[in-house]
């Protein structure tokens, strides 16, 4: 069974900077994307940045020249670091990939979440 762990979330300043980490874990042949979401309470769940094989991105216009997504294909892992922080974002920020095992069926993984507000 895969799991993915966020950390690193946490409160900081507008302004501040944070760095969320994002480990996968269990029985992975490969993984397509990793992504950030994140959801403010009373509002939908959105995505934050996206990154596939071959490492190109997407990210959300509201986050774009201050957040960046990178990869450690490795250590199955995502990291989001985040600076500039602004008060619009905070929320709960959410794992997800998209995970191929050994049968080769892909299917969508999320993890728990991890609290990021921005307050000063």
């Known amino acids: 069974q895969v799991q993915l762990v966020e950390s690193g979330g946490g409160l900081v300043q507008p302004g501040g900077s944070l760095r969320l980490s994002c480990a996968a874990s269990g029985r992975i042949f490969a993984i397509n994307h990793m992504a950030w979401y994140r959801q403010a309470p009373g509002k939908a769940r959105e995505l934050v940045a996206m990154?596939?094989?071959?490492?190109?991105?997407t990210y959300r216009g509201s986050v774009q020249g201050r957040f960046i997504i990178s990869r450690d294909s490795a250590k199955n892992a995502t990291y989001l670091q985040m600076t500039n922080l602004k008060p619009e974002d905070t929320g709960v920020y959410f794992c997800e990939a998209e995970v191929v095992d050994f049968s080769h069926f892909a299917s969508d993984i999320w993890g728990r979440g991890t609290q990021v507000t921005v307050s000063s």
């Open positions: 990154i596939r094989v071959g490492e190109s991105t």
